[in-house]
């Protein structure tokens, strides 16, 4: 009989986050998923067309089932957003009131807020069934960061939840190695705490260099940043560096394409028209993700950022792997794993978080380089991701902890021919 596993995430299909497919490949391994989620509005913040408290509360994926519990939008406040985050918890009780879903294992994708960890756990509990959490976000720190709340008795009281959540979870997996000394300083045993990185999805491969209509083809080097805009990526920074460079280069043409949407895109926008270097910005709608390795394969390098603060030295972000996966060069402003990662793969370049003068020299560095040397730093970029992030390796590593014994060889994808 088939293993049936609960998977609990705010967010969900359609919305693009990498659970997605984590589920999907549960179910080509022969499990039973059922996943809770919420009405589709990330991260633009109004749901999705088609979709309301009483559209689509059912839904099948790929073999998943998908039940959707009511929730307020996260709109463009920090007032919707927490009610956006509390209506979920809220909806997430009566839900598991009301359950008649019978499963073997709980499997919880936090990302913020962790609050929406809190029905899997009363779920499990309930049950009397293992409970996993995989952790992206860290709290209460992303709080502190993001919102600027500086109460120490509301820090205290989601440090509280935040640690009654890790004491009902059997195991808790982290995106990175410094997420696991974290949540061990909360006073969480080490056996208890596993690095579980993230892969990529199949899609994203080396795609043969095109041209795309979203894109002039004018010979500028062409610098991609695809995923949402928000505060946290710390995106800021580039039309800092942008002015530098052209300050520094007036005959140089390069081109930030940027991918996507957030609550941060406007803001971004209208710095890059403050600044008047709209002619070294193009920011393009959000695309399907399967849309993304082809938009890539049209530019040079790939960008990230992250914010200059101290828990974002312990972040990777998903994109990296995407990134990598596609055979690119990354260029990075970041600190602590992900400069780390980037330099081991010698698949890119990283400056450190908010340094614009030293981010800009190495944008100018790069583009001078030929495109052979590209090529071998991508090639880089992507023999290190099939090293470190093989996707069935770490799926077969999470089918020990759900007691299956379907585990399948390791396989390279036959993209790789491109390389050999």
């Given at each position: 009989?088939?293993?049936?596993i ?6 969900f ?12 490949e ?32 059912r ?50 994708f ?22 996993y ?8 720190e ?5 919102t ?38 909360r006073?969480?045993?080490k ?20 041209i ?6 004018d ?6 940043f ?12 580039l ?15 390069i ?23 709209e002619?070294?910005?193009?920011f393009?709608p959000?695309?399907?993700a ?34 990598m ?20 793969s ?5 400056s ?30 992507r ?5 470190n992030?093989n ?29 050999l």
């Amino acid at each position: 009989m088939k293993k049936h596993i609960l998977v609990i995430s705010q967010y969900f299909y359609p919305e693009q986050f990498r659970i997605n497919d984590i589920c999907a490949e549960w179910i080509n391994r022969g499990y039973k998923v059922t996943v809770v989620t919420g009405i589709p509005n990330y991260p633009q913040g109004k749901y999705y067309d088609g979709y309301g408290i009483l559209k689509k509360n059912r839904e099948k994926y790929k073999g998943i089932d998908i039940v959707r519990i009511p929730l307020i939008p996260r709109g463009n406040n920090p007032l919707m957003l927490a009610l956006n985050y509390s209506s979920f918890v809220f909806s997430g009780y009566i839900w598991k009131v009301l359950a008649k879903i019978k499963a073997d294992y709980v499997f919880i994708f936090e990302v913020s807020p962790m609050s929406q960890a809190l029905p899997g756990v009363w779920y499990a509990k309930k049950r009397k069934i293992p409970c996993y959490i995989y952790v992206q976000d860290l709290w209460p720190e992303n709080v502190e960061i993001i919102t600027g709340i500086k109460n120490k008795y509301i820090l205290g009281s989601i440090g509280k939840m935040v640690d009654y959540i890790y004491k009902s979870c059997d195991k808790i997996f982290t995106t990175s190695k410094s997420f696991v000394e974290s949540i061990h300083e909360r006073g969480v045993p080490k056996s208890k705490i596993e690095y579980w990185p993230q892969f990529a999805e199949d899609f994203y491969i080396p795609v043969e260099k095109n041209i795309v209509p979203e894109i002039p083809n004018d010979n500028s080097f062409n610098i991609i940043f695809a995923g949402n805009i928000g505060q946290a990526q710390g995106l800021d920074i580039l039309p800092k560096a942008a002015k530098i460079i052209k300050s520094k280069n007036h005959n140089s043409k390069i081109r930030f394409n940027i991918v996507g949407d957030g609550r941060y895109k406007t803001e971004l926008i209208n710095l890059v028209k403050d600044s008047k270097l709209e002619d070294m910005f193009n920011f393009i709608p959000k695309q399907p993700a399967t849309r993304i390795p082809q938009l890539m394969a049209a530019n040079d390098a790939a960008f990230l950022s992250l914010s200059d603060n101290p828990l974002f030295t312990k972040t990777i972000p998903a994109k990296l792997q995407s990134y990598m996966a596609c055979g690119i060069p990354t260029i990075a402003s970041a600190n602590g794993e992900t400069n780390e990662l980037i330099n081991s793969s010698n698949g890119g370049v990283c400056s450190p978080a908010g340094d614009a003068e030293l981010l800009a020299e190495q944008i100018l560095r790069l583009s001078a380089k030929s495109q052979k040397d590209l090529s071998e730093m991508g090639r880089n970029a992507r023999y290190y991701y099939n090293a470190n992030f093989n996707k069935d390796e770490l799926l077969n590593r999470m089918d020990s902890y759900f007691g299956e014994a379907s585990i399948s060889e390791g396989k390279v994808c036959s993209e790789e021919k491109l390389y050999l």
